[in-house]
């Protein structure tokens, strides 16, 4: 089973504070995204990165940034977070594979106050 | 570039009953995977199944199977003796290179 960890599963803040959103997998998977899912709507991909020190943006804009410094650690951080940050963010691993997978993290909904 | 388009934002279907889901694609690959994913309310995304290309028999696992028509480039997914646990977002994907590409995802509600 795919062992991949996303904290917090749910977080409210106040508009403005700064947040860092976990992810992480045991995996060794060297390709990890970030994507971002309002309720009942598709994926878009924020973020992604093919290994360490590798991090680039998605098709969705986003204030966002990630960092990879580690192969099963990749964060994703808002600086100042707005009420339009509202939303579900889902981390994914993938061996590269083709036949593999996306293997997902339970999701981070995020409501900005 | 690769495309996966999903035309039945949402689908119902009765309990027991069997229910499609369409999924057409396009890509240039020679071989490639489809998979389909399943994100009940809770939101965890679950992989249901897997097609290969290259195969020419439909994948099958349990009460969900695809029918895989290549040269049409469509992918559905039949979910048989529906549940109520079925309810939930489905989503149809393929990789290419070093990116899935999703649909925009049925929403199937399962009627007691």
């Known amino acids: 089973e795919a062992d991949i960890y996303q904290t917090p599963r749910y977080l409210v803040i106040g508009t403005g504070k700064k947040i860092t959103l976990e992810c992480s997998q045991t995996?060794?998977?060297?390709?990890m995204y970030w994507y971002q899912q309002d309720p009942g709507m598709e994926l878009h991909l924020i973020h992604y990165?093919?290994?360490?020190?590798?991090?680039e943006k998605g098709d969705l804009s986003s204030e966002s940034t990630v960092s990879r410094i580690r192969t099963e650690h990749f964060p994703l951080t808002l600086e100042s977070a707005r009420p339009s940050h509202t939303s579900q963010y889902l981390c994914?691993?993938?061996?590269?594979?083709?036949?593999?997978?996306?293997?997902f993290g339970n999701g981070t909904r995020l409501t900005v106050t | 570039a690769q495309t996966v388009t999903q035309s039945q934002p949402e689908m119902s279907v009765q309990e027991a009953e069997t229910v499609t889901l369409s999924c057409t694609y396009d890509?240039?690959?020679?071989?490639?995977?489809l998979f389909w994913y399943k994100q009940p309310p809770s939101r965890q995304m679950i992989l249901v199944i897997r097609?290969?290309?290259?195969?020419?028999q439909n994948a099958t696992e349990n009460r969900f199977s695809v029918n895989f028509q290549k040269a049409a480039k469509s992918f559905s997914l039949k979910i048989s003796d529906s549940q109520l646990g079925d309810t939930a977002m489905y989503f149809c994907?393929?990789?290419?290179?070093?990116?899935?590409?999703f649909g925009t995802g049925t929403s199937l509600t399962v009627i007691p």
């Open positions: 994914a691993s993938w061996p590269g594979h083709q036949g593999s997978p996306l293997h």
């Open positions: 990165s093919y290994g360490v020190n590798s991090t």
């Open positions: 890509t240039s690959e020679n071989n490639y995977y």
């Open positions: 995996m060794g998977h060297d390709k």
């Open positions: 994907a393929s990789p290419t290179g070093n990116q899935f590409y």
């Open positions: 097609q290969e290309a290259y195969k020419q």
